[in-house]
């Protein structure tokens, strides 16, 4: 599955990874997730978006860490989440990525997940 990603984003991970905010497998699992996108979904992020997204892993990865999962975000955000056209896509991807990489996330961090994903997926359709 393995596809070339952005060297700027491979230098991002080793940087976080040296500095020990990001993990070996949190680094791993980043690059599979970046790699799933591309591979099986046709997302394809820009530097920036990699980059946030990358910064959104790594804090959720530190608060799971640490036994502090995200707080669970509104209800109407949530359902605004579950709406989104392509939330069958976006569940999917979390079921890949979690079956890939045996990570399980709360409720919480996988709702921000979703978000996350589902707006990558609106701004890679446009």
Same mark, same amino acid.
């Given at each position: 599955?393995?596809?070339?990603?952005?060297?700027?984003?491979?230098? /991002?991970?080793?940087?976080?990874?040296? @500095?020990?905010? %990001?993990?070996?497998?949190?680094?791993?699992?980043?690059? @599979?997730?970046?790699?799933?996108? =591309? !591979? =099986?979904?046709? @997302?394809?992020?820009?530097?920036?978006?990699?980059?946030?997204?990358?910064?959104?892993?790594?804090?959720?990865?530190?608060?799971?860490?640490?036994?502090?999962?995200?707080?669970?975000? =509104?209800?109407?955000?949530?359902?605004?989440? /579950?709406?989104?056209? !392509?939330? !069958?896509?976006?569940?999917?991807?979390?079921?890949?990525?979690? /079956?890939?990489?045996?990570?399980?996330?709360?409720?919480?961090?996988?709702?921000?997940?979703?978000?996350?994903?589902?707006?990558? %997926?609106?701004? !890679?359709?446009?």
């Amino acid at each position: 599955m393995r596809h070339s990603l952005d060297p700027e984003i491979i230098r /991002r991970l080793d940087e976080l990874t040296q @500095v020990q905010k %990001l993990s070996p497998k949190g680094r791993r699992d980043i690059i @599979v997730l970046l790699d799933l996108l =591309e !591979g =099986e979904y046709g @997302v394809t992020l820009s530097s920036g978006q990699a980059n946030m997204f990358i910064r959104h892993l790594t804090e959720t990865f530190l608060r799971l860490n640490r036994g502090e999962p995200a707080p669970l975000m =509104e209800a109407s955000t949530a359902g605004q989440i /579950r709406s989104f056209g !392509g939330s !069958g896509i976006v569940d999917q991807m979390m079921r890949d990525f979690c /079956r890939i990489t045996g990570n399980r996330f709360p409720i919480s961090e996988e709702e921000y997940l979703k978000m996350y994903l589902s707006s990558l %997926l609106s701004y !890679g359709n446009r």
